[in-house]
Nanobody, 127 residues
Framework: QMQLTESGGGSVQAGGSLRVSCEVS????????VGWFRQSPGKAREGVAL????????VYADSVKGRFTISQDIGTNTVYLQMNDLKPEDTAMYYC????????????????????WGQGTQVTVSS
């Protein structure tokens, strides 16, 4: 059974940076599509970034392109999301998730009912 544990969230002022982490156990992340998603109160969960290490493939939502970077440490089986130039609209609970490689290859986000998910880490950006 795959388990995902996020950490590193917090509060930051607009323009600042944060890095959130996702430790994965039970499966090697190099062989799956790993994604970061976020959800604000009253809104649907939305995709932020995807990564498939075996193909060097990354995908970003338009809203975060040029500001966020997804990366993986295969040795520690950990996925990171570096967030720069944060904006108040980036405030959300951030979740990591895994699914089949085909999602990364097609650049497709997946429904919350699919895949494996962590419990989330809160990111709050103040203006």
């Amino acid at each position: 059974q795959m388990q995902l544990t996020e950490s590193g969230g917090g509060s930051v002022q607009a323009g600042g940076s944060l890095r959130v982490s996702c430790e994965v156990s039970g499966y090697r992340i190099s062989g799956v599509c790993v994604g970061w998603f976020r959800q604000s109160p009253g809104k649907a969960r939305e995709g932020v970034a995807l990564s498939l290490a075996s193909k060097g493939k990354t995908v970003y939502a338009d809203s975060v392109k040029g500001r966020f970077t997804i990366s993986q440490d295969i040795g520690t089986n950990t996925v990171y999301l570096q967030m720069n130039d944060l904006k108040p609209e980036d405030t959300a609970m951030y979740y990591c998730s895994t699914e089949a490689p085909s999602y990364c290859l097609s650049g497709s986000w997946w429904d919350p009912a699919l895949g494996f998910w962590g419990q989330g880490t809160q990111v709050t950006v103040s203006s």
